[in-house]
Structures are given as C-alpha cells and as structure tokens.
C-alpha cells in the first residue's frame, strides 16, 4: 500500500501560501491510489513556546481548514498528533538512533534558532527526530514536502536504515520524497523574498484562509510589485517556470503571476500570454477575483466549523483512534525489536 503521512503545524493561522502549496494538493491525493495521513503536530508545535489556549484554538482552525479544503476524514486519517502517544515514545528510540553529528547538519535548526542557539529548546534541536517518528511510525511509503524540507527527508531514511543495520532487521521502509513543484513556495506580498508566513509581523503580508473578500481584494490590491508590464510567455523556460534571472529581476511580480496561475489551474505561460502587456492595474483586479471565487466555500465553510468546535474534536478524535490502530502495532513490534518487555 502507498501511504502518505504529512503533518501541520497549529502555530498560527493557515494562508494562501499552506493552501496552495500543501493542503489543496493532500486533497487531491486521497483520490490518486494513496492512503493518506495528515496530522496537526502540536508536539512539534511546542518546541517553542505556544500559549496553551491558543494553541488549542489553532489546532481546531488548522483542522478545520483541512476539512474544509476537501480532505475527508471518512477518506483520510486526520488527527493531532498529541493524541497518539506512540509519536513521543518512538522519536525517544530515534533520539538514541540518530547521532549528534546528523543532526548538527540540519539547516532548519540553524535558521529556527538564529544567533541564540544556547536558548533554543532541547525539542528543537531533536525535532527531525520526531520527525522521522511521524513518518515511520506508519511505515509511510511517500511525504510530501517543500523543496525546504527534502533534507528531513533525507534524515528520516538514514534513521530509518540503520535502525534496521543496528538491529539486523529489515523493518522501518524508507520513504520517498513527493515534491509538488513551483506551488509550493508561495511568497510574501511584501516581499518576495520570504515565503508567505503566518509568522511574519504584518498581516498584509499573507491572505489568510480566514479572510473574507473584502480583505482578500484590499491585501491583492496593496501588494508590492512594480510599475512595468507583465512580459509575454517567452520570458517561461522549459521546466514550465519563469527563467530564475528573469524572475531574479521582479519577484513581486512573478509572485502573483504564479498565484494566479495556480488557483486556475493553469500553466504560468498561459497567464502570460493572456495578460501580455498590461499593468497591475488590470492584472490585480483579476487576481482578486479569482481569489474570491476560489476561496469563498472553502472559507464559508470553515466558518461553519468554527463556530462547532465540537463537530471538529470528534474529527480529531476519531483520526486519533485510527491513527492508533495503525500505530501501536508498529511501536509494538519496535519495543520487541529493541528488546522492551511487554508491559
């Protein structure tokens, strides 16, 4: 069975950026011959500091969303990740797995952790090993990840292969990377530099899945691009994408060609080609009412189970029984593996 297993942070609200480059797509997976496992990972959450009430909160609008964008959770397995035990007690056997020297290569902890590296949690530091235990801990077969992420990745197979060489067996699978491409990396409407975050300081510079039109079309119409006219389809390249010097130049722009383009469905050169020319005058109010249009239900309705957080807590609570059904077996079987007694 090809199974995948992603997970979700509740740190902050869901934008444009998480639907566009991981929600829509985990939908459209359910439908493609996978198993699919998508959990909110409140673990990883508080590797720094969370405020408990609203950590809770956002674990029940981050599920909401998911609901709400067309995951099923008669279809796909959707749960928080406190909630399954097993998470916490195989990323200990990885923690003892993984050596020191794997782990001080990972490049997120260096961007996470900044110049206070001595201040940042012992959980932070140890993250891709819980981790690696999200994905394993289901014998996952596929993840899907950002460009970002293909190095955590990497790591959880290394974990996975010499836990197998440690104990001569040939148990944990090692999963492959699904990388989805270009939509991934939705950037910020301030700057195009940086990804859209539901971190950054300034909401205008994200469209948040909790936005209604007015504030989606004024976010579109204030985002920073520039006063030239968009470019015709020649300035694409053969991967499909803008050529990088071309986009080097005017990533704003580019930014919101690509939005477009993905809420349509449509190739970048063909966004081009119709807009060939014009301002973002033209081009803004477009793009907004695409927005609108493909975002309307998807905010409506989780409005609707927000305003029933019970409806939510028995979708995560009937994930997590699930979730445990597939997951104690195979902590199980690591325990005797490693040479646990039963209990």
């Known amino acids: 069975m090809k199974r995948i297993f992603s997970g979700i942070q509740p740190s902050g609200g869901v934008t444009l950026g998480n639907y566009l480059g991981a929600i829509r797509n985990w939908a459209r997976l359910q439908h493609e ?20 009430a609203l950590l809770a909160d956002q674990t029940r609008q981050v599920t909401a969303a998911l609901v709400a964008s067309g995951i099923d959770p008669k279809v796909s397995v959707v ?35 900044g110049k206070d590296r001595e ?23 596929h993840v899907p990840v ?10 959880m197979r290394d974990i996975g292969n010499k836990f197998n060489h440690d104990f001569g067996v040939d148990f944990f699978p090692p999963p492959e990377a699904m990388i989805f491409g270009g939509a991934t990396r939705v950037m910020s409407l301030r700057d195009a530099t940086k990804k859209m975050s539901k971190s950054d300081p300034s909401d205008m510079s994200r469209i948040n899945m909790t936005d209604d039109a007015d504030a989606i079309a004024l976010k579109i119409r204030k985002a ?16 499909g994408g803008v050529k990088p010097d071309v986009e080097a130049a005017r990533p704003e722009a580019f930014n919101l060609v690509r939005i477009f383009a993905t809420l349509a469905d449509r190739p970048v050169a063909d966004v081009l080609g119709e807009f060939e020319g014009q301002g ?40 997590a029984e699930k979730a445990r059904g597939i997951a104690d077996p195979i902590l199980a079987e690591t325990y005797r593996i490693v040479g646990f007694l039963k209990a």
């Open 146 to 155: 950002g460009e970002d992420q293909k190095q955590h990745v990497e790591l």
């Open 280 to 319: 973002f005058g033209r081009f803004k109010p477009a793009l907004a009412d695409l927005a609108i249009d493909k975002l309307g239900a998807i905010n409506a309705e989780m409005r609707r189970l927000l305003d029933d957080p019970a409806e939510i807590d028995r979708v995560l609570a009937d994930g």
């Open 33 to 52: 011959g996978f198993h699919c496992i998508y959990c909110m990972v409140d673990l990883h959450a508080v590797t720094v500091w969370q405020e408990p």
């Open 79 to 113: 749960f928080h990740q406190s909630a399954v035990p097993a998470h916490a007690q195989l990323a200990w056997i990885f923690n003892c797995v993984v050596r020191l020297g794997w782990m001080n290569r990972m490049a997120q902890f260096k961007e996470k952790a």
């Open 224 to 239: 920073k691009t520039d006063p030239e006219p968009l470019p015709g389809p020649d300035v694409v390249g053969p991967d």
């Open 119 to 141: 201040k940042a949690s012992l959980g932070l530091y140890a993250y891709p090993a819980l981790q690696a235990a999200d994905v394993l801990l289901y014998h996952a077969t």
